[in-house]
């Protein structure tokens, strides 16, 4: 087994010999058909993308660690979503007209500021709330040390703070 994973008939060979497998296995997980076919693309498509780094001989153990990391990454993406849209029903259920009009102006303003950001700040800015990463995180992801994470997400928040001194 010697031959690349990058090599199309090895890849194709490496396809017929897993997919229905890998997609069985995330259906298990899933219970839900067209996702497990989607894990079960998703997860090539990340083999492919390493076809270089991936031996033939360790193509399944690849292919089906990935499409779980990916299927865990999904159930934790959701459970942020729903536990947001649960809290956000039930603050709304007791606000005000006049409360609600104020807070989408307000939301407006704050994405509006964000998007004027400069690149640089942004990305920082959204890597470490939106997604929720350390600044070593981001450090590594962007390539940059951690001051230069500090200093960027530092100018992020005295820009936003003008707009509202609560952030």
């Known amino acids: 087994m010697n031959d690349s994973v990058c090599e199309e008939k090895v890849f194709t060979s490496i396809f017929t010999m ?7 296995f995330m259906y ?4 839900n058909l067209q996702q497990s076919e989607d894990l079960m693309q998703d ?3 990340k083999l492919w993308e390493q076809c270089a ?3 033939q001989d360790k193509s399944k153990a690849f292919l089906f660690t990935v499409a779980n990391h990916i299927f865990l ?3 934790k993406h959701n459970k942020v ?3 947001f849209e649960n809290k956000a029903h039930t603050e709304r259920s007791n606000l005000t007209p006049q409360f609600q009009l104020e807070e989408a102006e307000f939301k407006l303003r704050l994405e509006t500021a964000i998007q004027n950001l400069p690149e640089g700040q942004r990305e920082v800015f959204l890597m470490s709330r939106i997604d929720d990463l350390k600044y070593r995180e981001i450090a590594e992801r ?3 040390s951690v001051k230069a994470v500090e200093k960027r997400m530092h100018k992020a928040l005295a820009t936003l703070r003008k707009i509202s001194p609560k952030l």
Do not use: H
């Open 43 to 45: 997860a090539f498509g």
């Open 73 to 75: 990454n999904q159930v």
């Open 142 to 144: 962007l390539n940059l």
């Open 53 to 55: 780094k991936v031996t």
């Open 28 to 31: 298990y997980k899933t219970g």
């Open 18 to 24: 897993y997919a229905e497998s890998l997609r069985n």
């Open 81 to 83: 979503v729903l536990k």
